[in-house]
């Protein structure tokens, strides 16, 4: 069997760090799935050199930290093929028969930088990882649906780690960085620790703060005007509302540590 190269096409252009690194995100992943036939007939399934997939933004609180999520590196998708048909890279399927495709990436370098220069003295809270790559299997196999060609059994294996680079603390709330669109199933595997929740619940965490200080009288001597503006409102919904209802697995943790953190999880669409 060989292999085909998909490139990927949002890493290509890679973006120039601004500020102050502050952690490395290195991950890499790989999916599969089944192609099945329900024609009585053979056909070829070519398989695209190019795969587009979609950046998507998460809102963050009004007080984070700016951030700047950054590519490293340039990183690419591989396929195996096991023919070549009228000079196109793909793979024969059978009447009434399916075949196991693998995509699988090269490793994927991110790095998450702030702005270190502050005008004012400011109350300085967990960074955000905003930015999450997602997978849509029904745009990349969408004229098959047309030609009778079924997608089914996909799942996605993704491990990678986070290390804090150019300061003595890392206060971080990470979203997993690649999912699939609306996923079925999710199931962690590292870090083994109590330290998961979804991003959802992490956001209605701190409107549930905020509700809890607006009943708190503003002339209250103990707590500060201020602080009646809690920092963590996020400045509005996420990006769509399939992906805010959608729940994100989501790291939260606080390190002095050099070393990284590794997490990998697999995810069933």
Known sequence: MRKITLFLLFLLSL???????IAEVNYSFYFTGELVNNNPYP???????????EEKSLSVPKSALEVDISKANSSLLYTYYEANFNGIKGIWLYPYSSKKIIIYSEPIVKQVSVSDNLTEYSIIGPVVYNKIDVINLHDIFKNLRYRNVEIKNFKMYVS???KKENTETLSIIFPIPVMFNRYSQFFKIKPDLDIWTTYDKWYYHQIKNVERLEEIKS??????ESNIDNPLIPKGMLIQSSYYMQKIPTIYYTTSSDEPLEFSYVMYK
Do not use: E, H, S
């Open 15 to 21: 973006g120039a760090v601004n500020g102050l690194v």
């Open 219 to 224: 002339d209250d001597p103990l707590i500060p």
């Open 160 to 162: 990678g780690y986070i």
């Open 43 to 53: 056909v070829f399934i070519g398989l695209p050199y190019k795969i587009d997939f």
